[in-house]
């Protein structure tokens, strides 16, 4: 099932939700279809335009700015599933200052890693073991958690996406 992208009144990205409960916005009248995909969502007697986007009528008031949370899958995004050390497939996280040295578990601390780099760097930092990161990690932009959330931004979300960056 697809996803689709939920814009508050003033176009503002909210959130990501299946295409199926974005039909049940639409039909109860709290949001209008913007964009489709092109393929209908079809009952005994209505077919709706199956929604990629959808605006809600009324605003809704977002109390924070929303952050990426810190995870596995959230850092292998952000990273390209490549190790930042040799460039090869990632399977594992790393933290560049050692936990046990007082590292912290925060995105400017934490990257993707290989195996063998991982077991290489062990409880070091990447002088101690003559390693050097590809790119310094950082906080992903504020509208990450779009791409953590589906993996793959459709080319119909990047408009809505890019104007609230």
């Not at 409960?21 to 489709?36: G, H, N, S």
């Not at 599933?81 to 601390?109: K, L, T």
């Amino acid at each position: 099932m697809r996803s689709a992208l939920v814009l508050n009144a003033t176009y503002e990205p909210l959130s990501v939700v299946p295409a199926r409960r974005a039909a049940c916005l639409i039909l109860a009248d709290k949001a209008d279809l913007v964009e489709d995909d092109g393929t209908c969502l079809r009952s005994e007697k209505l077919a709706l335009p199956s929604p990629l986007v959808i605006r809600l009528r009324y605003l809704v008031k977002v109390p924070y700015h929303r952050r990426t949370a810190l995870s596995r899958h959230a850092v292998f995004v952000r990273d390209e599933h490549r190790c930042q050390y040799c460039g090869a497939h990632a399977d594992s996280i790393d933290h560049v200052m050692p936990r046990s040295r007082g590292g912290r578990n925060e995105w400017e601390n934490v990257a993707a890693a290989c195996r063998p780099c991982n077991l290489h760097k062990r409880d070091r930092t990447p002088e101690e073991a003559n390693m050097r990161l590809a790119r310094l990690p950082r906080v992903p932009r504020e509208q990450a958690w779009v791409t953590v959330s589906v993996g793959r931004v459709p080319e119909a979300w990047k408009a809505y996406i890019a104007q609230a960056s």
